[in-house]
């Protein structure tokens, strides 16, 4: 094992330990960012409470072009943890602990190489990307500060992604008339039966979406994943509640899709709110969002890092790019470990991200 390698492993193991799980999203402006302003001297820091947990630390030293972003917040840990989630274990070719792939390995890396190279770097540290509730990126956006490229660290096997899907959240009601089950039903009578109609059209459009296509990415990612309502079997449903989301193409018109969505239902719902959306990346009608992705291309290449397949998952990327940054995704780690029990990060990937931005801070 390098120097470089096991300075970063040794940052890992003290970010696994600081608790920032979200939720409950407890997480103050002392603890991994007071670790963080301690292991990055020479640097000018700001360290941000936006509230509710959300916690950011920009940091810059010279002049850099380059922006690197990376959230310290995991998700909770699950029960099928095999030992303590907050110790970092090192076995074989990985290290295994809660936020060791999403992504504090990233976090780790940033440090070890900002104490092994001298370069001019900027670093953005947040705390609230696992809610949904991006407090850290909008307030910094909201400064304008110039880049000309930003690498938004998530699990990419450290590969450079230029495009992912866009994400939308929906809440639906539907009110119907509490009755006895054995009378016939008008059509909107059941608000049950009103969403599994709603369902039905909704699952037959997402099948005509297949043939769809940007940078790789197919088809539209739908699913309903949660129908609750009704009180017992010969009880006519009075009320019921549905939600539903998708993942959206880039240039995908995404306030189109959900007028669809919401004629599918007859009659109109008694509720029909979008929770949360976040868009593709990159962002932007086609010819932009493709001009955009070249743009992210030219980049990955510029700083020579191998550029990987369009991804599923949603990140915080869409938000610089939409703001009108050059935006990549580039991080250690393998989305098929994040959020899992014993959640690891390949050693071989560590050290790529990590020499990766030495080279790049040298540059």
């Not at 295994?96 to 780790?108: E, N, R, S, Y």
């Not at 992604?161 to 866009?166: E, I, K, S, T």
């Not at 397949?309 to 098929?336: C, H, M, Q, R």
Request: charged residues 20%.
């Amino acid at each position: 094992m390098n120097d470089l390698l096991s300075s970063t492993l040794t940052h890992l193991r003290s970010l696994v330990a600081f608790d920032t799980r979200n939720p409950p999203r407890a997480i103050s402006t002392a603890g991994i960012f007071d670790y963080l302003s301690r292991n990055l001297p020479g640097f000018k820091i700001d360290v941000v409470d936006h509230g509710a947990g959300a916690v950011s630390l920009y940091a810059r030293r010279g002049k850099p072009g380059i922006l690197f972003n990376v959230h310290l917040d995991t998700v909770p840990d699950s029960p099928h943890w095999s030992a303590n989630p907050f110790e970092l274990r090192v076995v074989d070719d990985r290290a295994i602990g809660l936020g060791a792939c999403d992504i504090k390995g990233a976090a780790a890396a940033l440090l070890a190489a900002a104490n092994t190279v001298q370069g001019d770097a900027a670093f953005l540290f947040s705390s609230d990307e696992e809610a949904n509730d991006p407090r850290c990126i909008s307030a910094f956006l909201a400064r304008g500060i110039p880049y000309d490229a930003v690498l938004v660290a998530e699990p990419t096997r450290a590969e450079a992604v230029l495009a992912h899907r866009g994400i939308s959240s929906v809440l639906m009601r539907f009110a119907g008339t509490a009755g006895h089950a054995s009378t016939r039903q008008a059509i909107a009578d059941s608000a049950l039966h009103q969403a599994i109609r709603w369902g039905s059209r909704a699952l037959e459009h997402d099948d005509t979406c297949a043939h769809e296509r940007f940078g790789g990415l197919t088809g539209l990612r739908f699913n309903v994943g949660r129908i609750e309502g009704g009180i017992k079997a010969n009880m006519i449903a009075p009320s019921a509640e549905l939600r539903f989301g998708f993942r959206p193409l880039p240039s995908t018109d995404v306030d189109a899709l959900l007028r669809t969505f919401r004629d599918f239902a007859d009659p109109e719902p008694a509720e029909f709110s979008e929770t949360f959306r976040g868009p593709s990346l990159p962002s932007g009608a086609i010819a932009d969002a493709e001009a955009r992705r070249l743009a992210a291309r030219d980049v990955a290449d510029a700083l020579d890092l191998p550029i990987g397949n369009a991804v599923d998952f949603w990140t915080e990327a869409s938000l610089f790019s939409k703001a009108g940054y050059t935006t990549l995704v580039y991080g250690p780690g393998d989305i098929a470990q994040a959020h899992a029990a014993d959640e690891w990060v390949a050693l071989d990937q560590l050290n790529s991200h990590v020499e990766a931005v030495c080279r790049i801070i040298h540059e």
